[in-house]
């Protein structure tokens, strides 16, 4: 193909792309330095897509039972979180509502780290900011921004927290980063201060930030690798036609930002470095008064979705655009209601919006078919024997139908007890070739099922494994150590144990009995205590001969429902002292 060979080929989740020959050259001359490679993978992907109609009949929608502001989205551990005001909803990934954070006071914004488990909501009104565990949905830490009023905008990457925060007087609005691993969170201002607060977005080393509603725009660009934070320059308003902005998003790991504004029909992609206008995506023929209200880039930055009201704000679509050539991919559309600003979420190959009713501002759930487009293979194989409290290696390998190697990805990791119980869940990383290792130490026996999960991205659909194993017994190697002579009258101290793995055994019963065979031959047997080993599996007792001969010791480890039984004998010569 002419022009394949001007540039280096990169992989991007597995997928070649063209990059120029320069990384910071602006983003319209990287299109075209991409466009050989990306045309030929959109068509294809095209030719897979399904039409709007089959795109809008595919789609579902989720009354979730409430009424109010918000509607960010953030989805993690297979939950989607849902900013509601007074509370947030949590539902699974298919939109079933499955539980709510109540007693909430203005959440609305919510954020969490790509590889992160914990969630951080924004309650405007509480002016404090909340981390909570996706698991449990348990609020795990409480950070106080009275001096900072309002917080109503978020953003993170990895361990840093970006929030928009103000009320709406002038001056006392602005920026703030945090860093979340930090026991005490210490707040740092980042840029001037604004009235209200400011639309944030971070991907790279690049965060962005932009007073919404003020016409017209100015999209303020930060440099996040230094300490403190950078400017990287601006993108005026007045010299580059941006009217007051309803959303904004960062793509391309940062060199291009999108925005959604209020006086235009269409979403915008602009140069980070250069500060100037790279790609526009239209309304799709939307209607003619069709405003762009809440825009994203997928995970791979391999697609662009926008979200599109009516002016009457009764009708709403969602568009799906190459990010190279802005071709629309496919469409969903849905009437009797408005796409919330802001609210475009990923999940795999699986994108959510949030809708409301005009008037009653009730909220729905809209989530897009997945993405059909590559396919992915994640196994998962279990060692030939799984023994109970003792930790065993499982693995697997994640390939996708590229051939390409997938490169660091997170995997989810579900495990269940043999009545059914789940354990807690786990998140797994693979190598860059995709492979995979994790242990285990069932805490019982009987059969234990292990499932890992990939989400995938935008161009692969997920895949998962599961296997169940059979545990058995945990299998003691019982061992005693005493002296091998001694006197009648002296006292025997014996040791031993039963544990070699460094595990923390359950309450375990031991006997002790002892044979003595007299000089004269005589034998006599009997049984001396019971005893509980330590629950690192050690033990030790003693005895105190009074009759001569050889002595044996045999020590009985009685079963249980985690430990099989064994059993071990020491024998001691005592002779009777001299006169």
């Keep these: 193909m002419p022009g394949m060979l001007d540039s280096p080929l990169l992989l991007q989740n ?46 579902t ?54 590889d992160g488990r914990k969630v951080y909501a924004a309650l405007r009104d509480a002016h404090e900011v909340i981390e909570i565990d996706s698991t449990s949905l348990a609020i795990t830490r409480r950070i106080d921004f009275t001096a900072y009023p309002c917080p109503s905008r978020l953003a993170q990457a990895y361990d840093r927290l970006w929030i928009g925060f103000g009320c709406g007087e002038a001056g006392e609005g602005g920026v703030l980063g945090l860093i979340t691993s930090a026991a005490t969170p210490t707040l740092v201002r980042v840029g001037p201060a604004t009235t209200q607060a400011p639309l944030v977005a971070v991907a790279g080393n690049t965060l962005v930030a932009a007073e919404p509603g003020v016409s017209p725009a100015t999209v303020k660009i930060y440099d996040i690798s230094t300490t403190p934070v950078t400017s990287r320059g601006e993108i005026r308003g007045d010299a580059n036609g941006l009217p007051a902005l309803r959303d904004l998003a960062l793509a391309e790991h940062g060199s291009a930002a999108l925005s959604a504004s209020n006086d235009t029909r269409q979403l915008d992609a602009w140069d980070t470095t250069a500060l100037s206008r790279g790609r526009a995506y239209d309304s799709n023929g939307f209607g003619e008064h069709g405003l762009p209200t809440a825009v994203a880039a997928s995970p791979n930055d391999a697609y662009v979705v926008g979200g599109w009201n009516s002016s009457t704000g009764d009708a709403a679509e969602l568009v799906v655009y190459d990010a190279t050539t802005a071709e629309v991919i496919y469409t969903a559309a849905h009437r009797g209601k408005a796409v919330v600003a802001g609210s475009i979420e990923f999940y795999g190959t699986v994108t959510f919006a949030v809708l409301q009713e005009p008037g009653t501002g009730r909220m729905h759930l809209w989530r897009l078919p997945p993405s059909p487009y590559h396919s992915s293979t994640l ?42 119980t789940s354990r807690p869940f786990q998140e797994i990383t693979t190598a860059a070739d995709g492979t995979y290792r994790f242990t285990d130490a069932p805490p019982s026996t009987g059969a234990f099922k292990y499932q890992v999960y ?25 061992t005693v150590t ?13 040791s031993g144990t039963f544990g070699a793995d460094g595990i923390t055994f359950p309450r375990t019963i031991l006997n002790v009995s002892r044979k003595v065979v007299s000089p004269d031959g005589t034998v006599t047997s009997n049984g001396l205590l019971k005893l509980a080993a330590a629950a690192d599996g050690s033990f030790s007792f003693s005895d105190t001969p009074t009759t001569a001969g050889e002595h044996t010791y045999t020590v009985t480890l009685f079963g249980n429902s985690t430990v099989d039984s064994a059993s071990t004998t020491h024998v001691v010569t005592v002779s009777q002292p001299p006169a």
């Design 482 to 494: 005493g002296p091998a002579t001694g006197g009648v009258g002296e006292r025997l101290e014996f």
């Design 454 to 478: 990939w989400p995938g991205n935008s161009w692969f659909r997920g895949s998962g494994s599961s296997v169940t194993v059979t545990v058995t017994l945990y299998e003691p190697t019982l």
């Design 379 to 420: 196994t998962l194989t279990a060692p030939p024997k799984v023994t109970a409290l003792k930790q065993s290696a499982f693995g697997g390998r994640l390939t996708l139908s590229s051939g390409l190697p997938p490169g660091v990805q997170t995997l989810e990791l579900y495990r269940w007890l043999p009545d059914g």
């Design 61 to 114: 929608v989720t009354d979730l039972g409430v009424a109010g502001e918000g509607g960010d989205v953030v989805v993690r551990n297979r939950k989607v979180f849902v900013a509601a005001g007074d509370q947030i909803v949590v539902t699974s990934t298919d939109g079933k509502v499955i539980d709510t954070i109540p007693g909430l006071s203005g959440a609305v914004a919510l954020a969490s780290a790509e």
């Design 14 to 59: 597995g997928v070649p792309v063209r990059a120029s020959t320069s990384a910071r050259a602006p983003l319209s001359r990287r299109l075209v330095a991409w466009a050989g490679t990306l045309l030929l993978t959109a068509a294809l992907l095209v030719a897979q897509a399904p039409t709007a109609a089959t795109a809008a009949a595919a789609a």
